[in-house]
Structures are given as C-alpha cells and as structure tokens.
C-alpha cells in the first residue's frame, strides 16, 4: 500500500470517479491507481444512500454504519469490536492496493481514527492525524486493542 487517503464522503465520491470514464474512453480515466475503500457511514440516517462496490479499480469495499460517539448515548450504534476486526481483516486482505481511501461523513472523526490506526498498523508514524484533528478515542482505541489481540492469538498459533 502506497498511501492511505483521509476524506469527506463528498472527497471519497470524487476519488473514486476519478477512476471513471465511459466504455471505449478509457483514455480519459483521470486516475488509474487501484484502491479499496473502507465506508465509515451513520447508523441512525441508516448511511448515505448509496455504497462503493468493486471495479475495475476498486478491489474491494467496506462499509460499516456506526455512529461518531465516544460512549454510551441512548440510541446511538458506537463503534465495536466486531466492525475493528472487520476492518482490520479488510485492511489486510487489502494490502496490496496501492490506495486505502477511508472515510465518514466530514472525514474529521471516525475516518481520522481508523487512517491513523491503519498508518500505525504498517509501522508507520500517526502523529499527524492528532496534531492536525480530533480522532474519535473510540475507534482509535478500539481498533489498537483488537489487533494487538489478533497479533497475540497469531502468535500463540505458531
């Protein structure tokens, strides 16, 4: 993986037509890099309408629908343990894209998180997504905690 993109769901949406272009222009195609795309939408407007799925470009999506909150609020779908293995699982699966675009609604929160922890995850420095925005803790913390369980289990197999 060359790169991990932040973005908005309006950014997200432009990156990925990018990569379009009508049967026969394929010339025209602005972008040709490969990328899978992990789809962080709301839970309780029940996501944004629609959904990435393969192409020619896009190995694989993911879409998760939880709800940018770092505890219990009454009604609320918080980020669990079960969507952090599902991620991370993507994120392996996915290695090989050369882009992993990641993101929410406005880019700033859950997608933060999860492309910090994902920059950490292939050993690289996350810093930035911290001094720069406001990660939500949550997935942050919930995403650190599975794979340091999952890396420990793969271990324990050996």
């Known amino acids: ?20 272009a009508p049967y026969g ?17 709301d ?13 020619r470009y896009c190995r694989e999506a993911l879409t ?12 609320a779908v918080p980020f669990s343990e079960a969507m952090a293995e599902e991620m991370i699982r993507f994120i392996l699966r996915n290695r090989e894209a050369e882009t992993l675009l990641i ?3 406005a880019g700033q929160s859950r997608s933060r998180a999860a492309a ?5 995850m292939f050993g690289k420095d996350d810093s930035a997504y911290f001094q ?6 949550l997935v942050y913390e919930t995403l650190e905690k599975k794979w340091a369980e999952m890396k ?5 197999g050996r």
């Open 1 to 20: 993986m060359k790169r991990i993109l932040l973005r908005s769901v309006f950014e997200a949406f432009d990156y990925v037509m990018d990569h379009y």
């Open 25 to 41: 222009m394929g010339d025209m195609v602005q972008r040709d890099d490969t990328y899978a795309v992990i789809s962080i939408q």
């Open 43 to 55: 839970a309780q407007s029940d996501g944004f309408g629609f959904e990435f799925t393969e192409s």
């Open 64 to 75: 998760l629908r939880f709800d940018d909150v770092e505890s219990d609020v009454p009604g």
């Open 103 to 105: 993101h929410c609604y």
């Open 116 to 120: 910090a922890f994902a920059v950490k």
């Open 132 to 137: 720069n925005g406001r990660p939500n803790r």
């Open 152 to 156: 420990k289990a793969s271990a324990g």
